[in-house]
């Protein structure tokens, strides 16, 4: 029947920090009072407390879900030696967009591969405005309808037809609503590269490169690559033009918006340097913009190049949000665009001038409604696909955006997050990321192993994927599809009427 | 072409060690002394580098720890933990946020633009210049490349009065009102703050820093003395309603400001009739009437007005208003009344971050002042002690005047290359072309509107998630 039905995703599996002490909200305290009756281990349906040699320890205090436990141990105790208390480490991460709600239940989401069941907020952040204070609106007994609420995952179609121009270029779809956005080689180590390659992959969706070439380890993946052309031309061939089904041109990124890139001279490694056609230990710009860019004229021969060395890859164009997204838009469609991808000025994990990422572009929510109104006015919205990225944490907000016109969503933020990024937004100082990351020093890489990584990624795009299926039933549709554009399906706190 | 404008920086070291959002708080019972204990392992060699400053008898830890958690979630026996830090919380106030405060202390110090990782954490909106965005160009708009340098990005502006027209006699001459401005290439010009701990050696600092950065320091005439006899080029006093006149202000003064008051015109008239050269600048409250005081101005023919608000950028009268739209208010009525090329409109009060520069003149001034800045540059913590007599906690008026000049330098050269990011994604290349741009602005209280208002509807049994 359909296609999709073939596809297969893969199996979570359980898969916890790599950190010896993972950060949870609470922290319990056992006084010497403890007599080792085992109480505790017993009620916590979480499995927080261990019975190890006739005694009894915290051996998850991440697991805890603090006052939302049913049956708190710290009460049941018949001799009162335990505690619960808010964990003072907890408050140190994050920030207002990835709150340390957001991140401590990424991470659940990535050993577990499902949603948080208390304890944590996992669908909002603190930021006070767009997503956060958007709520997808569900009416009375839409459930009812559509697949019903217990059939099997496989009645519920989350994926995405990328070409929907119809030309000859290869007729692609992603199995979930999502793919990898592009962070390049020598941003991220190989190892962050691979994993979520590998992770997108299986999920039968694609990744970026970036803008630092395409490292031959990548070559197994090629299928589920996008190569990125950006304005550096880093590491550009036309043999790896070639080898993808999808090339990404890089016009603007959300992170910073209209400026260029700068990678450290120490961050030029000789692999690095290599890879990108460069002198070791030189900084290397990425100008803004295209110097060959100034029309839409000078953008189409840019796509025709791409396909007359690949006639049938599929061109996506990536731009971020200025004030005229729209016209943007419909240009690159005429260009020959398949996808538009638009990063808002949120998002990004590169490092960047703080004053672009706050003051330059506008959010992803105010560019997505914009741009899909002005497509269907220009009749040709079903031509195009429209990626939504720069900002997307979790689940909601991939709906949340799909209803308000995108038909899919790129990440990157949250593919870090659940390789344990805690926010600390170092990443460029120094060594680079102290977690091993994003960075290319060979010591701080091997923090990450590859199967540990690709498994983390996938157990949170699969909790992902269970709760966008549960979404799309609870609106009372079959597909996701049918959801987007649907404002009516959202409600915003600010315009509620009292 | 103007010759390049560069403002030279380089590190100038903190005379107390900052105040840090978080601290560590490491156990010493229970440890198992491991052969390889995490603290070895710091990344940034924290530990290891750790000092006390002997003058504040403080830790250096807290000041180099980077947050990446790694001895927290390594330590075998949990003997390590972080926790915010509530003297930070308590720094400075609503406004003068810990963020804003930190943020500026570091561009003192490095004379770098603050860069980081991750996309940016902050609230989605907020008050004020918080609630617009500035445009990009790309595809269908050129961008500038200023930062890198490999494009020209002009910041310079002039202050006073820009004929319409030029006239010209018979021979060729010119012929009529002569060109009287003065130019300055940063569109900042910096201002004595409202209080601080301040010495003749801080105000000379400024009035140095001033100096080098080729703008102005704008202070009261009672506060020049022999310390700053010698940069009356680089000095704007403030004439005071009872001044013996301009005989008082130092040679080489360029610029003199009056403020708005029942006489404002007798005292005008005065420093006109003693030096016609001088340039006046009058000072008005931002403030109900702001308009018609403005107009009314420019009959008389003042060529510079400056639009003062609070520190905290609203108003000074209704506290629900703020400063950007008071600018736009006075700048659209200029422009409705056709006179607006003929005068320079300068804004103060609340202007903290190098975004508030780009966002003050989008919205349409010509220039800012700038005042707490330049005193936080110099490690002020906005704990008002000073205002009560107390003693200052970081001995502001026991600092040199060249530190102090160097703190300043190297803030405003970290604003000038923030002001080019932002005009270079523009792809705006004069200062003088971002005034009154807003067609290249986005503001939340139209975006938000025209995109979520209709999303208010909730009928009955509807369910949120």
New interface residues.
């Given amino acids: 029947m359909n296609r999709h039905n073939k596809f297969e995703f893969p199996e979570v599996i359980k898969t916890p920090s790599r950190f010896r002490n993972p950060i949870g909200k609470y922290r319990l305290n056992r006084t010497g009072d403890c007599i080792a009756c085992g109480k505790c281990v017993e009620i916590c349906p979480y499995g927080v407390h261990v019975m190890k040699r006739g005694r009894v320890f915290v051996k998850n205090h991440y697991l805890c879900v603090g006052p939302d436990c049913p049956e708190p141990c710290h009460e049941a105790c018949p001799v009162q030696a335990l505690s619960l208390k808010r964990n003072p480490d907890f408050d140190v991460m994050g920030d207002f967009r990835w709150p340390p709600d957001l991140l401590a239940s990424t991470w659940h989401m990535a050993e577990f591969g499902e949603m948080p069941q208390a304890g944590l907020e996992y669908r909002i952040g603190d930021s006070g405005g767009g997503f956060d204070k958007l709520r997808l609106k569900f009416k009375d007994g839409a459930s009812g309808h559509g697949s019903g609420p217990d059939g099997p995952d496989e009645d519920v179609d989350l994926g995405l037809d990328l070409n929907r121009r119809n030309d000859n270029a290869h007729r692609i779809r992603a199995e979930v609503p999502f793919y990898g956005g592009g962070m390049s080689y020598g941003s991220v180590s190989i190892t962050t590269m691979l994993s979520r390659i590998k992770a997108f992959a299986a999920l039968g969706t694609f990744c970026c490169t970036g803008e630092g070439g395409y490292p031959d380890e990548l070559k197994p993946y090629d299928d589920n690559v996008i190569t990125q052309v950006a304005t550096g031309l880093f590491g550009v061939k036309e043999e790896t033009i070639r080898r993808v089904k999808i090339v990404e041109f890089k016009y603007a990124q959300g992170a910073k918006p209209g400026l260029g890139g700068h990678l450290l001279g120490d961050k030029v490694t000789p692999g690095v340097a290599r890879m990108r056609e460069a002198v070791v230990g030189y900084p290397l710009f990425s100008p803004f913009p295209f110097h060959s860019v100034y029309s839409v004229e000078d953008h189409k021969k840019h796509v025709d190049w791409i396909k007359a060395i690949n006639p049938r890859a599929l061109v996506s164009v990536k731009v971020s949000t200025p004030n005229d997204v729209d016209m943007v838009a419909v240009g690159s469609y005429y260009a020959g665009a398949h996808i538009i991808h638009l990063d808002g000025s949120y998002g990004g994990t590169g490092a960047a001038p703080d004053i672009a990422k706050k003051n330059i572009a506008m959010p992803i929510e105010y560019a997505i409604p914009k741009v899909h109104r002005f497509l269907q006015d220009e009749g040709v919205r079903d031509k195009i696909t429209v990626i939504a990225s720069g900002g997307l944490r979790t689940p909601h907000d991939v709906a949340k955006i799909i209803a308000l016109g995108a038909d899919g969503v790129c990440t990157g933020t949250a593919d870090l997050v659940a390789l344990e990024c805690i926010r600390c937004h170092n990443c460029e100082s120094g060594r680079g990321c102290a977690r091993g990351i994003a960075t290319t020093d060979p010591e701080l890489m091997k923090l990450i192993e590859f199967e540990w990584g690709t498994q983390r990624v996938l157990n949170m795009f699969l909790a992902w994927r269970k709760e966008l299926i549960r979404i799309i039933r609870k609106f009372g549709m079959k597909s996701l599809k049918e959801l987007v554009g649907r404002t009516d399906c959202l409600a915003h706190l600010d315009y509620m009427k009292k | 072409m103007p010759s390049k404008y560069v403002i030279h920086t380089k590190p100038v070291s903190h005379r107390f060690e900052p105040v840090t959002r ?1 601290g560590i ?1 490491a156990w010493e019972e229970g440890c198992l002394k491991c052969a390889v204990c995490v603290k070895k392992q710091c ?2 060699g924290v530990y290891e580098n750790r000092a006390l400053d002997s003058r504040q008898m403080i830790d250096s830890i807290d000041n180099q720890c ?5 001895c ?5 026996k ?1 003997l390590i ?4 830090n509530p003297e930070f919380k308590a720094l400075g106030d609503s406004y003068w946020s810990p963020e804003i405060i930190a ?1 500026l202390w570091y561009q003192a110090e490095t004379g770098k ?13 907020g008050p004020g210049f918080d609630s617009m ?11 500038r ?1 200023g ?2 340098g ?1 494009e020209y990005i002009s910041t310079a502006i002039d202050l006073g009065r820009t004929p319409p027209y030029l006239k010209f006699t018979g021979s060729g001459d010119l012929n009529g009102e002569s060109l009287s401005v003065v130019d300055i290439p940063l569109p900042i010009i910096l201002r004595l703050p409202g209080f601080g701990s301040l010495s003749d050696e801080t105000i000379k600092g400024w009035a140095m820093a001033a100096r080098r950065l080729g703008t102005l320091m704008s202070l009261p005439e009672g506060r020049i003395n022999d310390a700053v006899k010698d940069f009356g080029e680089w000095l704007m006093p403030v004439i005071s309603p009872d001044s013996p006149g301009p005989g008082s202000v130092p040679e080489g003064v360029r610029l003199v400001e009056v403020p708005w008051s029942a006489d404002w015109k007798g005292i005008v008239r005065n420093i006109e009739e003693k030096d016609p050269s001088l340039l006046i600048s009058v000072k008005i409250p931002m403030a109900e009437g702001m308009e018609e005081k403005a107009l009314s101005l420019v009959e008389e023919g003042i060529s510079i007005i400056h639009l003062e608000a609070g520190p905290d950028g609203r108003f000074l009268d209704d506290r629900t208003q703020y400063m950007k739209d008071g600018i736009r208010f006075v700048h659209t009525k200029l422009v409705g009344e056709g006179v607006r090329d003929e005068l320079t409109l300068l804004a103060s009060g609340g202007l903290a ?3 508030h520069v ?2 003050a003149m989008i919205c349409g001034a010509d220039s800012v002042f700038i005042d707490f800045p330049i005193l936080i540059a110099l490690e002020c913590r906005m704990c008002r002690r000073c205002t009560k007599e107390l003693s200052c906690p970081v001995e502001i008026d026991a600092a040199p005047s060249t530190w102090v000049a160097a703190r300043v330098i190297n803030l405003l050269g970290a604003w000038h290359n ?1 002001l080019l ?2 005009m ?4 705006i290349r004069d200062a003088r072309r971002l005034r009154g741009e807003e ?2 602005a ?1 503001f939340f209280e139209d ?3 025209s ?15």
């Fill in positions: 978080s708080i990344v940034y980077m947050n990446c958690l790694r927290v979630q390594g330590c075998p949990e933990h972080k926790s915010l943020r633009i603050p860069v980081s990782g991750s996309g940016y954490p902050g609230p989605f909106s965005w500035t445009d990009m160009s790309e595809i269908v708009r050129p961008t490349d930062i890198h490999r971050m190098a975004e780009a966002k923030q990011e932002v270079g994604a523009m792809g067609g290249r986005m975006l938000d509107r995109v979520f208002g209709s999303m208010g509807d909730v009928e009955e049994g509807c369910e949120l998630e």
